[in-house]
């Protein structure tokens, strides 16, 4: 069973107005389990949208979701996936650990089990002694890593993130992913990962889906064959620098495309 | 803890030593200049009016702070509760909250004029229902504004948690109110006294620092009328000071963290 498929999606934005926004067409995707997929694209073209259709945040205009053999609402029910964003959206009135219960607490787990786990999850994350410490007292990357952990404490066989490091600083960046890679690859747990940066998306990407400027689109598929065993060095290697000028062009190739409407309003 | 002391001294010697300066400053005028008593009375004179009377002070101030405390407290209450219907019916919002901008837009004399007439001429209800107005409409406002605006990142992830109303209410919209409703009571504590003052001079029973402080000076007797705006000011004080307390108690590591920020 595929973790998640997307077939013939739309979405329109205030369908019929002035304000008319074409956000996705024609978009079939499908993402086998523990797969590492990337939506990559120029701002607006609705990768961001695309993702929170996928978890259900939204409900798209046309065309079929499945999340786990599920419809998409139903695996939301089930909470079949964990989500983060840009911003860690912490609880600032809980402490990091409670933070971390919080998923747990609403799926009726009793305290001793919350309590387990969150230790778990806090080693898993590298950050065993904040436990006890207020989201305020840890730094951005510490609290990306705790809404990671947040994420996949209930044990979720999909895990969507929404620009996760956007707000990061380039070293802190490099050092997320590789702990993102090692939690990932612990867990086999299926990722979408929405990112405007290609090195990015090369170096944690199994796949890296190329969309379109408005109305988004997938234009390209780009396999990046690189397998489980990335590091420090991969960075450095030439055929990641070969992946990288292949998704820059794929993304170049979609932003001068004449669009489907013959409409550019960027 | 030697340097926490430090800091607090730095904090404290400045307005001190600033508020002595104007002090000093009032009295040498007042010396200097020799002016009357019915202009302006010096800090000593004020300092022996407090001490002489000090007594008469002490009950006005009881009584005044009674029914600043009262107001404080049943307007909190209505208040806060007023705000969770409002958060939960659209439509009370959209009748309540025009209404009662419109309430506070009148000036609080009238209010009072209009309460003193329709209880007796001894009855502490007028003042109190004054006070209570006011703190209500202060909690009200704020803390319905803490119960709605959520986090959108917060209200996402609840969604994605496929949590009920009842559980985004719990752990998320009441834990979010907390520094709204202390921000509420920050402001509303010392104006809970200040009306208390203005009601108790419109009328009522004479025993609050509002009529006392207006009755001596209207005769003459302007150094224990200031003595009386003393108690007042300290009476304020305490009340702010005790909010500022009960925040810190209730909500430490936010208060940490507002002064981690601001330094």
Avoid at chain 1, 189 to 195: D, E, G, S
Avoid at chain 2, 178 to 191: E, H
Avoid at chain 2, 234 to 260: C, D, H, K, M, W
């Amino acid at each position: 069973m595929n973790a998640v498929e997307v077939a013939g999606l739309k979405k329109i934005f205030n369908p019929s107005k002035s304000s008319q926004v074409d956000a996705l067409i024609d978009i079939d995707l499908v993402i086998p389990p523990a797969a590492f997929v990337t939506l990559i694209g120029p701002s607006g073209c609705g990768k961001s949208t695309l993702l929170r259709l996928i978890a259900n945040l939204t409900e798209p205009t046309a065309g079929s979701i499945t999340v786990n053999g599920k419809s998409a609402k139903q695996a939301r029910l089930d909470q079949d996936y964990g989500m983060a964003f840009q911003q860690a959206g912490l609880f600032e009135w809980r402490t990091v650990a409670k933070n971390i219960e919080l998923p747990l607490e609403l799926k009726g787990w009793d305290r001793a089990k919350r309590k387990s786990r969150s230790a778990e999850m806090l080693e898993l994350v590298k950050l065993p002694e904040f436990g006890e410490h207020m989201p305020w007292q840890l730094s951005g990357g510490m609290q990306q890593r705790i809404a990671i952990a947040r994420a996949l404490a209930a044990h979720p066989p999909l895990l969507l993130m929404d620009e996760p490091f956007g707000a990061l600083d380039e070293m802190t960046r490099e050092h997320m992913q590789a702990e993102l890679l090692r939690i990932c690859a612990s867990t086999g747990t299926t990722v979408i990962f929405v990112t405007h940066s290609i090195p990015e998306a090369v170096y944690l990407s199994s796949q890296v889906v190329v969309m379109s400027p408005r109305p988004g689109r997938i234009t390209q598929l780009v396999d990046v064959p690189f397998g489980g065993n990335r590091d420090e060095d991969t960075r450095e290697d030439a055929s990641f620098f070969a992946k990288i000028t292949e998704v820059r062009e794929a993304l170049r190739g979609a932003e001068f495309e004449p669009t489907a409407r013959g409409i550019e309003d960027r | 803890m030697i340097r926490r002391s430090t800091v607090l001294l730095r904090a404290v010697a400045p307005p001190l030593l600033f508020g002595v300066l104007l002090l000093g400053i009032w009295e040498a005028v007042v010396r200097g200049f020799d002016l009357k008593p019915y202009f302006l009375v010096p800090p000593s004179a004020i300092w022996s009016g407090f001490t002489d009377n000090f007594a008469n002070i002490w009950d006005a101030m009881v009584v005044s702070g009674t029914n600043a405390a009262f107001g404080l407290i049943v307007g909190s209450i209505v208040g806060i509760l007023m705000a969770f219907l409002l958060s939960r019916y659209k439509i009370l919002d959209q009748l309540i909250t025009p209404l009662s901008t419109a309430v506070n837009a009148i000036p609080a004399f009238v209010l009072v004029s209009v309460f003193n007439n329709m209880f007796s001429t001894t009855s502490v209800v007028p003042r109190r229902l004054m006070v209570t107005l006011i703190v209500f409409f202060i909690v009200l406002v704020n803390v319905a504004k803490g119960l709605r605006q959520v986090d959108p990142t917060h209200a996402e992830l609840m969604r994605s948690y496929a949590a009920s109303k009842r559980d985004v209410l719990r752990k998320v919209r009441v834990p979010n109110a907390v520094p709204y409703l202390f921000t509420a009571l920050k402001v509303a504590a010392p104006l809970s006294v200040i009306y208390a003052y203005v009601s108790e001079y419109f009328g009522g029973a004479q025993d609050g620092l509002g009529s006392r402080i207006a009755s001596n000076i209207a005769n003459s007797k302007n150094a224990v009328g200031w003595a009386y705006v003393l108690g007042a000011c300290l009476l304020g004080l305490t009340f702010y000071l005790v909010s500022i307390v009960i925040e810190a108690a209730v909500t430490p590591g936010r208060v940490a963290q507002r002064n981690r920020d601001g330094s």
